[in-house]
């Protein structure tokens, strides 16, 4: 069982930037894949950014060059830190935790935090 706790979020003026990060309760980096998960009203979630188990970086082609994704082992935490921020990046962001090697399909993830709201304005 892992616990994920989301913060970071908040309103911004679009070409501002913010910082998300995720506390876990377990952090077993070479056992899970983490990722970054957002979704926006009326829309399905979508995955945005990923770290696999084997520490490859996936990111939906939105948000390349814009987003970095990174995790912090020994704090427990994943970030995913938001430059450029657009109005259409506006959603609830969820951080995930899956077993083993896992991709960008919310259905692969067993654990999810709660959520944190990013809006970005003109």
Same mark, same amino acid.
């Given at each position: 069982?892992? @616990?994920?706790?989301?913060? &970071? &979020? &908040?309103?911004? @003026?679009?070409?501002?930037?913010? %910082?998300?990060?995720?506390?876990?309760? %377990?952090?077993? *980096? /070479?056992?899970? !894949?983490?990722?970054?998960?957002?979704?926006?009203?009326?829309?399905? %979630?979508?995955?945005?950014?990923? #770290?696999?188990?084997?520490?490859? #970086?996936?990111?939906?082609?939105?948000v390349k060059g814009r987003f970095t994704i990174s995790e912090d082992v020994a704090k427990?935490?994943?970030?995913? @830190?938001?430059?450029?921020?657009?109005?259409?990046?506006?959603?609830?962001?969820?951080? *995930?935790?899956?077993?083993?090697? %896992?991709? /960008?399909? !919310?259905?692969?993830?067993?654990?999810?935090? @709660?959520? /944190?709201r990013v809006t970005v304005s003109l």
């Amino acid at each position: 069982q892992v @616990q994920l706790v989301e913060s &970071g &979020g &908040g309103s911004v @003026q679009a070409g501002g930037s913010l %910082r998300l990060s995720c506390v876990a309760s %377990r952090y077993p *980096a /070479t056992v899970y !894949s983490m990722a970054w998960f957002r979704q926006a009203p009326g829309k399905e %979630r979508e995955g945005v950014a990923v #770290i696999d188990s084997l520490h490859s #970086i996936t990111y939906v082609d939105s948000v390349k060059g814009r987003f970095t994704i990174s995790e912090d082992v020994a704090k427990r935490t994943l970030y995913l @830190q938001m430059n450029s921020l657009k109005p259409e990046d506006t959603a609830m962001y969820y951080c *995930a935790a899956g077993f083993g090697l %896992r991709g /960008t399909l !919310s259905d692969e993830y067993a654990y999810w935090g @709660q959520g /944190t709201r990013v809006t970005v304005s003109l």
